[in-house]
């Protein structure tokens, strides 16, 4: 009698140890699904696109923007354009909407609103830069 109880007892260690394994694996598998949506939507955030106008100084030192075509006013940052080199200048920038800390846009806002003298404004991280005209119109 005792040697049946033992190999139920193993019978049962078995299952529970296949059970554990599975859990283990979905666990991993729903972990490792999270993360490429998190990072298809980081991708999406990014999304490049194109903005035409005047490249200008910006009020704080360093700073710069360009009133686009079509309206809209953006506040430029770069790590790779140099973007002093082109101001005054027509150009057409490629970059993506960046969206900062509500305490940095806090301490933005002053200047950024007196850049964009009334019309709708947002940050650029720009990526690259084509000159359009060595004038503004």
């Not at 360009?66 to 490629?94: C, R």
């Not at 305490?103 to 690259?128: C, L, N, P, R």
Request: glycine share 8%; net charge neutral; hydrophobic share 40%.
């Amino acid at each position: 009698m005792s040697h049946r109880i033992m190999q139920s007892i193993l019978r049962l260690a078995r299952v529970l140890l296949i059970g554990v394994f599975v859990m283990g694996l979905e666990a991993s598998r729903s972990a490792a699904q999270e993360q490429n949506a998190g990072t298809a939507e980081k991708k999406a955030a990014h999304r490049s696109f194109r903005v035409t106008g005047c490249l200008q100084k910006g009020v704080e030192p360093g700073g710069h923007f360009i009133n686009a075509e079509d309206g809209k006013v953006w506040e430029l940052t770069s790590k790779t354009v140099n973007l002093d080199e082109q101001v005054g200048h027509k150009v057409t920038l490629a970059g993506y909407e960046i969206h900062r800390s509500k305490a940095v846009e806090a301490k933005m806002e002053k200047s950024e609103k007196a850049e964009a003298a009334g019309k709708e404004y947002a940050d650029m991280q720009v990526t690259s830069l084509t000159m359009v005209s060595e004038t503004c119109p």
